[in-house]
Antibody
Framework: QVQLVQSGAEVKKPGASVKVSCKAS????????IHWVRQAPGQGLEWMGI????????SYAQKFQGRVTMTTDTSTSTVHMELSSLRSEDTAVYYC?????????????WGQGSLVTVSS | DIVMTQSPDSLAVSLGERATINCKSS????????????LAWYQQKPGQPPKLLIY???TRESGVPDRFSGSGSGTDFTLTISSLQAEDVAIYFC?????????FGGGTKVEIK
């Protein structure tokens, strides 16, 4: 089973960008898909997009199109999620989540989460 | 997008009693060609990421206690905890993966009465 370990908490100013990383270990990284999901304080779960670490293909939620970029580094088994033009509403815990299989399915396991705080 | 609506928002149940959480989708998540419902349930404890409990609406993930069960089809689903334990205090989310974007219910907070 793959374990996902995420980068630490970040504090950013409005208008800045943040890059969160998610490192996989325990199995062949490229056998899975990685999703990014965020959770604002006290709120529910919001899907941001998916990346196939094998080929780097991505699909983003319409809400984040133009502001989010997901990339992969197969040499370190790490995926990155960069969100730009940050605003206070982007304050949230950002999770990477692993999906096995070749079509959209459930999320087998999740990273521990990375808190991003946007504040002037 | 498919909208997932959970009810209730919260419930308090005595230890050993049954807890029932409902989830309704704005359109069917049943694929008739294979009779599978594209619906999962997660448990999230404070300060932790969500943990997969159930997929295909009723299949328990390995290691999940059998007091957790999922049922329903089409647009109406239920997560049941047959005998609530102290460690089950958490927020529970449903999730549809029938179509993109995947979407989640708003969550149901389960507490001890």
């Amino acid at each position: 089973q793959v374990q996902l370990v995420q980068s630490g908490a970040e504090v950013k100013k409005p208008g800045a960008s943040v890059k969160v990383s998610c490192k996989a270990s325990g199995d062949t990284f490229t056998n899975y898909y990685i999703h990014w999901v965020r959770q604002a304080p006290g709120q529910g779960l919001e899907w941001m997009g998916i990346i196939n670490p094998s080929g780097g293909t991505t699909s983003y939620a319409q809400k984040f199109q133009g502001r989010v970029t997901m990339t992969t580094d197969t040499s370190t088994s790490t995926v990155h999620m960069e969100l730009s033009s940050l605003r206070s509403e982007d304050t949230a815990v950002y999770y990477c989540a692993l999906q096995s299989g070749t079509t959209i399915s459930w999320f087998d396991s999740w990273g521990q989460g990375s808190l991003v705080t946007v504040s002037s | 997008d498919i909208v997932m609506t959970q009810s209730p928002d919260s419930l308090a149940v005595s230890l050993g009693e049954r807890a029932t959480i409902n989830c309704k989708s704005s359109q069917s998540v049943l694929l008739s060609s294979n009779n599978n419902n594209f619906l999962a349930w997660y448990q999230q404890k404070p300060g932790q990421p969500p943990k997969l409990l159930i997929y295909w609406a009723s299949t328990r993930e390995s290691g999940v206690p059998d007091r957790f069960s999922g049922s329903g089809s089409g647009t109406d689903f239920t997560l049941t905890i047959s005998s609530l334990q102290a460690e089950d205090v958490a927020i529970y989310f449903c999730h549809q993966y029938y179509s993109s974007p995947p979407t989640f219910g708003g969550g149901t907070k389960v507490e001890i009465k």
